[in-house]
């Protein structure tokens, strides 16, 4: 996983709670093997019109949005499947940072173990943040995950965030779950030797 | 101290815990499928390690096979590879497998139960959300992603935060025509996709102890539909006389030790939850949803909301135009094209029995497609042993051949752009059954009902 620290970048709007897996990535582009390539299909069918042409007034389509890295959408966002092929697309579409104000729990997961942030802000902060990026789309954001701080233009004070100290730490060195899990060893062939209810 | 169902559970797999509230957490059994498991399995050799426990792994391709022809190779090259894959892998590494022609074959979250894989106060884990349907036997079982499916694969176990308690409450008798799916719509409905994120959720009270185990993995499969991290109910008799004899149930007298244990599987009376939610059950009419998310159910015969301001009201405008629907309008009288009756939440042999009572001797109406897939090879083999292919048959519905088809639309089962559906899978987002299909959620029988009528219709008037 790659490390995160900082990020300053431009925002994309999707102003849409309850967005779903199906939606990040729909389930006829998850027939692949491996886990590179998936960005060319995010949000594919809001993104490109049944001929395969780019649907103009989708938002990941508009020029003045183009290379941006951070994600600001409704709340709730990655409701639906457990698949991790949704991080996936977005990481390999180039985002590095989700901002909504309710993350469903599989997805933050599946984002925090791909190297892509999570950041929750409130239903007030999320609100203000897209009346920032609509009043001016080159607005960036900066997030430095050491201080948990987001900073936005013309806003006085940084917003705090909070995330898990354990995934922070995971994310900041680009560590994951397995590198901990496997140092468990002992102790988890010791559970198993006292196991009493698997009949 | 009093402990809850998920406290017990929970207390029982915790290997250890370490600094920041995280637990090592061990896992009893993992199911797999097609899907979400060749990266992990690829993670796996790329980091040089093999799996802890192959013994404690089920294999099974759902997913994505046809519905069709399933004695033929694949057609679709990219299928075709996955289910390949899947094949390779569980060779090479000494996994169980239940591919495509095995007797035992179906959807993982159909198969885990009927072959008694699923037992009350294991853990169980799938890189599929709707695990949670296992949690109907008294297993804490979850949804997980492929990294996840990679650290069970390395370790047998994951790296969780506990989650909060909620228990939902369902008292009185249900009406007729209102079965299990109703009850999990209408739950759904009340507490919307998000009202249960980050909580465990048990269902109880007098309305799930009287359903089937069929109805209760109907509901706890749900779960996730609410944002819960899964969905459990206390194990009792109906699950004991469910599990008894199945293929991997404890036999003699380990059968009788499991017993045991498993009547300890409850929430103390003076356990404490973090939520409460109490529901009539009585009060609860057969459910339809009419947006593109399962928290958009309204009572059939009701009509649906109007919504005015509020953030909510641009995806819900946007949700309805979708639909190609009006806010106040009622849903009574719209023709349906197409019906699906399948999917872990609604393909198990009660459920085609269901179907198959009501639909005896009548016919389909003639512009209605109408497909049913069972849950497994199993529950297949049993609709025919009991000649409800034949009923099916006889009044145009299509039996199809097990697997997961239009809940998700991975394989040839689609729905076309435009046409409405009314299907017994557990999502109407949009595009789930195929780009531009328009999805209404409802029970077999509500289905059942649209499949012979052609349109929706206020289904108590048509009850024997
Ligand atoms: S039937 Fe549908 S919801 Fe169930 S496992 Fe298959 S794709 Fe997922």
Request: hydrophobic share 40%.
């Amino acid at each position: 996983m790659e490390k995160f620290q900082t990020l300053r970048s431009g925002v994309v709007p999707l102003p849409i709670e309850n967005v779903d897996t199906d939606q990040i990535i729909p389930a006829r582009f998850l027939k692949a093997t491996t886990r590179e390539g998936f960005g060319a299909n995010l949000f594919a069918d809001w993104r490109y019109a049944a001929d395969g042409r780019p649907n103009a007034d989708f938002v990941l389509n508009d020029s003045r949005y183009q290379g941006h890295q951070i994600l600001l959408a409704g709340k709730n966002f990655g409701c639906g499947s457990s698949r991790e092929h949704a991080a996936w697309a977005l990481y390999d579409a180039g985002f590095r940072v989700v901002i909504s104000s309710y993350f469903a729990d599989i997805f933050r997961g599946n984002a925090l173990n791909t190297g892509l942030l999570p950041l929750q802000v409130s239903d007030e902060v999320l609100q203000g943040l897209f009346a920032v990026v609509t009043a001016d789309p080159r607005a960036t954001l900066a997030v430095d995950l050491q201080a948990q701080t987001l900073t936005v233009p013309g806003w006085a004070e940084a917003i705090h965030f909070e995330l898990d100290p354990y995934k922070k730490e995971c994310l900041i060195n680009g560590y994951d779950d397995i590198d901990f899990l496997i140092s468990q060893q002992a102790a988890i062939t010791a559970y198993e030797q006292q196991r009493s209810w698997v009949f | 101290m009093a402990k809850t169902l998920f406290d017990k559970i929970w207390d029982a797999h915790v290997v250890r815990e370490v600094a920041g509230g995280l637990t090592v957490f061990y896992i009893d059994r993992h199911l797999i499928h097609e899907v979400t498991s060749p990266q992990a399995f690829d993670e796996l050799t790329a980091r040089g390690l093999t799996l802890h426990r192959p013994e404690q792994i089920v294999a099974t391709a759902d997913h994505n096979v046809p519905t069709r022809y399933q004695d033929q190779p694949i057609q679709d090259p990219l299928s075709r590879s996955q289910v390949d894959k899947l094949t390779e892998n569980c060779a090479k590494f000494g996994v169980e497998l239940y591919g495509l022609g095995h007797q035992y074959q179906g959807i993982v979250h159909v198969i885990g139960p009927e072959l008694g894989i699923t037992q009350p106060g294991l853990t169980m884990v799938c890189g599929d959300s709707h695990t949670s349907t296992h949690g109907a036997f008294g297993t804490i079982a979850f949804g997980i992603g492929t990294s996840q499916v990679t650290q069970v694969m390395a370790s047998q176990c994951l790296l969780l935060d506990k989650p909060k308690r909620m228990r939902i409450t369902l008292d009185g008798d249900l009406r007729p025509g209102v079965t299990a799916k109703d009850l999990i719509l209408y739950v759904i409905s009340q507490l919307g996709t998000g009202g249960a994120t980050g909580y465990f959720v048990e269902y109880a009270g007098s309305a799930i102890r009287a359903l089937s185990m069929e109805g209760r993995m109907t509901i706890c499969n749900m779960s996730i539909e609410m944002g819960a991290r899964g969905g459990l109910i206390a194990p009792d008799a109906t699950t004991f006389d469910y599990v008894k004899g199945r293929r991997f149930a404890p036999q003699g007298e380990n059968w009788n030790r499991a017993v045991a244990y498993w009547q300890t599987l409850y929430s103390d009376e003076d356990a404490i939850f973090d939520a409460e939610q109490h529901f009539d059950a009585s009060a609860i009419q057969p459910m339809i949803t009419y947006g593109t998310n399962p928290g958009m159910g309204i009572p059939l015969a009701t009509s649906i909301p109007v919504l005015t301001g509020g953030s909510e009201a641009t995806s819900f405008d946007k949700s309805l135009r979708y639909m190609g629907f009006q806010p106040g309008e009622s849903l009574l009288g719209k023709e349906i094209n197409y019906v699906f009756i399948g999917s872990c939440t609604n393909s198990r042999i009660e459920d085609l029995r269901t179907v198959a009572a009501y639909v005896k001797g009548k016919q389909k109406a003639a512009h209605v497609e109408a497909i049913i897939v069972p849950g497994s090879k199993q529950v297949e083999q049993q609709a025919i042993a009991e000649g409800i292919d034949k009923v099916l048959a006889e009044a145009g519905f299509e039996l199809r051949e097990p697997g997961c088809s239009a809940c998700l639309a991975m394989n040839d089962d689609k729905i076309p752009a435009g046409a409405y559906c009314v299907s017994t899978s557990n999502r109407n987002f949009e595009g789930r059954q195929g780009p531009g299909a328009r999805t209404l959620l409802a029970s077999p029988l509500v289905a059942a009902i649209t499949a012979v009528e052609g349109r929706l219709v206020d289904i108590t008037q048509y009850l024997n």
